[in-house]
């Protein structure tokens, strides 16, 4: 059973920044993509970033530059460093990995952008 626990969310102004933590449960973590999503209400669940097993990583356009997901392999955890957050990036964000084609996900961490 594989257990994802994020936090470091919350309320920021427009341009500030926020870094985000999702704690994994269990030793395989390290062997594992992981990533995070985001969800509006009424919206799919978007992929904002991945990282991979190797450390090599992929954003959504809309993030590119401004975010930034790294992984400690040591304290089972990845992180998703948020910088020069805008309006349209408030959302739940969920972290989350797939093993073996089940995909877990953690309960979400709500960001909020706003003045």
């Known amino acids: 059973q594989v257990q994802l626990v994020e936090s470091g969310g919350g309320l920021v102004q427009p341009g500030g920044s926020l870094k985000l933590s999702c704690a994994a449960s269990?030793?395989?973590?390290?062997?594992?993509?992981m990533n995070w999503y985001r969800q509006t209400p009424g919206k799919q669940r978007e992929l904002v970033a991945g990282?991979?097993?190797?450390?090599?990583?992929a954003y959504a356009d809309s993030v590119k530059g401004r975010f930034t997901i790294s992984r400690d392999n040591a304290r089972n955890t990845v992180y998703l460093q948020m910088n020069s957050l805008k309006v349209e990036d408030t959302a739940v964000y969920y972290c989350?990995?797939?093993?073996?084609?089940?995909?877990?996900w953690g309960q979400g961490t709500q960001v909020t952008v706003s003045s």
């Open positions: 989350n990995t797939r093993i073996s084609g089940v995909s877990y």
């Open positions: 269990g030793s395989i973590f390290r062997s594992y993509a």
């Open positions: 990282i991979i097993s190797g450390g090599s990583t």
